[in-house]
């Protein structure tokens, strides 16, 4: 009995000192701002996808780009689509080469800025005017193809975003990934991080 | 004394205990990959760049694009170019919006695989093609306009990268740069990204 009101006694110490060393081992690193979530898609109880934050900071796969100019003035996508996949769901498709569930892939939309520059003519990337995402969850899109929902926070117009997004109709979106994209419904052949990634381990993530 | 000892007989078990807890609430993220580093840029004792890897996994700030076919078939740099900082430097952007000593930005050449796709013409990421770096370090580049050092790992025409790099000349790098780049030699009127994230905090990571 005193053993354990004893050893109570320093319970309250160890953890202040659990603390101090957490605060002192930790790598000083942008990725430390990211919360230690359980996964980085996060619906209300409407099933609505809540605009998702800080994926700057996630890992960057891509940036499609079908200008206007080379589309008739009336590009489907005249913007540059800067891609990224949450880091959770990064880590499982560099060991097993699959998207988990919860895996939620963001679009943002960039407006060309420039097309001139001293490195030559081109596409230069400007201001961000939109927001999209699509998200792999078998509970609640228990139907859909690869159980994938489509979302948009964009608002046309503005570079103001949506709070929150409802998941789009199949025809809108799903329909094009199912037919067109190499990878579970994802356009693999089209992201070179993904490609070098896949089932890679560290191997793939750059200079290795 | 006695009340020294007994603290001692208790510093163990709190070390113990410390070393859970910091496994307990450590987020599973790619992130955690990344080793605890110093810095990213990692030098030789002859001065050269060590090539650095894991980049992908860094922060992505932009993809320039000045293909052949919008420069008579002879651009200078005719792939696209995905930019990452280190997430050391990263973190000091945001909260202080300048380059700290020791960044590294990172260039990994992709060339253009496909024009053509179901969202319409345009330009898609084909093969990873070469990789160059800028690094800030006072102490090594004492007389070099911000500090900056300017590197290149591409081994022309093999998708193999040289293992390490010396700094290059002056007028191949630095002085455009010097002479075009909006903020001290980096290239920003192109990266929204960084412009976003300058001095902001989290509030420029992404839908904030």
Same mark, same amino acid.
């Given at each position: 009995m005193y053993q354990f009101r004893f050893n109570l006694k320093f319970l309250f110490p160890a953890v202040v000192l659990s603390m101090v060393f957490v605060y002192a081992i930790? =790598? &000083? !690193? /942008? $990725? +430390? *701002? !990211? =919360? *230690? &979530? $359980?996964?980085y898609a996060v619906f209300n109880e409407n099933g609505k996808l809540q605009r998702p934050t800080g994926y700057r900071e996630w890992i960057y796969i891509g940036s499609p780009l079908t200008p206007n100019d080379m589309n +008739? @003035? $009336? *590009? /489907?996508?005249p913007e540059f689509h800067n891609v990224y996949i949450d880091p959770i769901s990064w880590t499982h498709w560099k060991v097993s080469g699959k998207f988990p569930d919860d895996t939620i892939i963001v679009k943002e939309l960039v407006n060309v @800025?420039?097309?001139? *520059?001293v490195s030559g003519n081109g596409y230069f990337q400007g201001e961000f005017i939109g927001l999209e995402a699509m998200v792999k969850n078998k509970q609640l899109f228990p139907e859909a193809p690869g159980h994938w929902g489509f979302f948009r926070f964009t608002i046309e117009g503005s570079r103001q975003l949506h709070k929150r997004a409802s998941a789009q109709d199949h025809e809108n979106c799903a329909s094009c990934h199912q037919s067109h994209a190499a990878t579970d419904l994802v356009f693999t052949q089209y992201y070179p991080v993904l490609r070098a990634g896949k089932a890679a381990g560290d191997t793939g993530t750059g200079g290795m």
């Open positions: 930790t =790598p &000083v !690193t /942008a $990725k +430390d *701002a !990211t =919360p *230690a &979530v $359980k996964n +008739d @003035g $009336k *590009a /489907a996508f @800025g420039s097309k001139e *520059a």
